[in-house]
T-cell receptor, first 120, second 110 residues
Framework: DAGVIQSPRHEVTEMGQEVTLRCKPISGHNSLFWYRQTMMRGLELLIYFNNNVPIDDSGMPEDRFSAKMPNASFSTLKIQPSEPRDSAVYFC??????????????????FGPGTRLTVL | RKEVEQDPGPFNVPEGATVAFNCTYSNSASQSFFWYRQDCRKEPKLLMSVYSSGNEDGRFTAQLNRASQYISLLIRDSKLSDSATYLCVVRATGRRALTFGSGTRLQVQP
């Protein structure tokens, strides 16, 4: 069973360039989350989708960040223009929770391997 | 105040030792609780869910104290392979997203 797939695994870019991170959630999962992890701030939620609809984007740092989920099997996180302070590991996670069903097992989030972004 | 607080460590313990981590959360409406494990330069992975009555999985025991709003993780007979960062995670009622603590680093030494 394939887990969450992210690409690229590493990205090095120059300040001002556009960066697009990609995520394929686990098949059948209906929630998708984008996180950013840095040494200073730990793991921060950026945005999450439920059934392809953005539910909470309050963690998105600023207008330079945007996320889309055009279908149940694909999501992108775009940074335009990128800045050195955006350097971090970006994780995508998916969760199998179904609407109305609450249990620890359906709350569990499965993380992808992350994209390590360096903005020079 | 952070929503989930953990002692960052590191906890340096010899193989075979018992080690305990605590975590406190500020939102009394928190509903689900987890411990995740993160190895260096890897993604977080679920270690175990934490149930109200406490639960055990092999060498690992998790406890929840709702009155005091803290969660604990006990690791018995530590192995070298237990070396990792342990993340305390909570989900508040009405919120879909999880909130992660900054993690406690464990280093098990031979």
């Amino acid at each position: 069973d394939a887990g969450v797939i992210q690409s690229p695994r590493h990205e090095v870019t120059e300040m001002g360039q556009e960066v697009t991170l990609r995520c394929k959630p686990i098949s059948g999962h209906n929630s998708l989350f984008w996180y950013r992890q840095t040494m200073m701030r730990g793991l921060e939620l950026l945005i999450y989708f439920n059934n392809n609809v953005p539910i909470d984007d309050s963690g998105m740092p600023e207008d330079r960040f945007s996320a889309k989920m055009p279908n149940a099997s694909f999501s992108t996180l775009k940074i335009q223009p990128s800045e050195p302070r955006d350097s971090a590991v970006y994780f995508c996670a998916s969760s199998p929770r179904r609407s109305g069903l609450i249990s620890p097992s359906t709350d569990t989030q499965y993380f992808g391997p992350g994209t390590r972004l360096t903005v020079l | 105040r952070k929503e989930v607080e953990q002692d960052p460590g590191p906890f340096n313990v010899p193989e075979g030792a018992t080690v305990a981590f605590n975590c406190t959360y500020s939102n009394s409406a928190s509903q689900s609780f987890f411990w995740y494990r993160q190895d260096c330069r890897k993604e977080p992975k679920l270690l175990m869910s934490v149930y109200s009555s406490g639960n055990e999985d092999g060498r690992f025991t998790a406890q929840l104290n709702r009155a005091s709003q803290y969660i604990s993780l006990l690791i018995r007979d530590s192995k070298l392979s237990d070396s990792a960062t342990y993340l305390c995670v909570v989900r508040a009622t009405g919120r879909r997203a999880l909130t992660f603590g900054s993690g406690t680093r464990l280093q098990v030494q031979p």
